[in-house]
């Protein structure tokens, strides 16, 4: 909201303190790298987010286009000694180029299942996202679908903290809203979660019914 009314200086000091509390939190660090000053503040972000994301292609193409260079995880790399392959080695490669030559069934469609969520009047776009904000599939959000995606689980994850505390039930339904519009989230087995962004006049009880059926679908595909 802040950002939207153009006071950049009140949305970083939010997005500060959010980042203090969530060191891990993906949508703070992404408008934080958004709203830096220079390039090297705005690596520096990304560079945190790939610290608990690694290789999360949208941070690791926005660091090139920022010209920075990204790391690679150290400790991964290990030297063979000379000689042949020991023999597990040479038949994981057998297993995998049988794996290889083999046909495999063509996957599933998934876009289709936002089609009826989206086709509801006042809906602007809609996601799937598993429960470490990584987009499944998305239609109609404009290149949003990321940081959104990250918006909702980082919201579940605090609010399945707080209420566990309080030692109440996790909630399998939210909405966010402000006057620009609303963002609502349902969620099935706190495994998979539809994020719809609407206008702010649309009843979330009316896309309820949409975006469970959305998760069947998924989840039969």
Not at 94 to 103: D, K, L
């Amino acid at each position: 909201m802040e950002i939207a009314a153009k006071r950049k200086a009140e949305a970083v000091l939010l997005l500060r303190t959010a980042v203090e509390k969530d060191p891990r939190s993906y949508a703070a660090h992404r408008l934080l790298a958004d709203l830096a000053d220079s390039k090297e503040q705005a690596i520096g972000h990304l560079r945190a987010i790939l610290g608990f994301k690694p290789n999360d292609p949208i941070v690791v193409a926005k660091i090139a286009e920022l010209g920075g260079v990204v790391q690679p995880p150290t400790g991964t790399h290990r030297t063979m000694p000379p000689g042949p392959p020991p023999l597990a080695a040479t038949a994981t490669q057998v297993v995998r180029q049988v794996q290889a030559a083999a046909p495999r069934p063509a996957a599933p469609a998934r876009g289709a299942v936002l089609d009826a969520l989206c086709g509801e009047a006042g809906v602007r776009g809609a996601l799937v996202a598993d429960a470490q904000g990584r987009v499944v599939t998305a239609k109609g959000m404009n290149g949003q679908e990321d940081v959104l995606a990250a918006l909702a689980a980082d919201l579940m994850r605090s609010a399945a903290t707080a209420l566990a505390t309080a030692g109440a039930a996790v909630p399998t339904a939210w909405s966010l809203a402000c006057a620009q519009g609303q963002l609502l989230a349902f969620t099935r087995e706190r495994s998979f979660s539809v994020v719809v962004l609407a206008e702010p006049s649309v009843r979330p009880a009316m896309l309820e019914l949409r975006a469970r059926q959305a998760l069947l679908d998924l989840g039969a595909a």
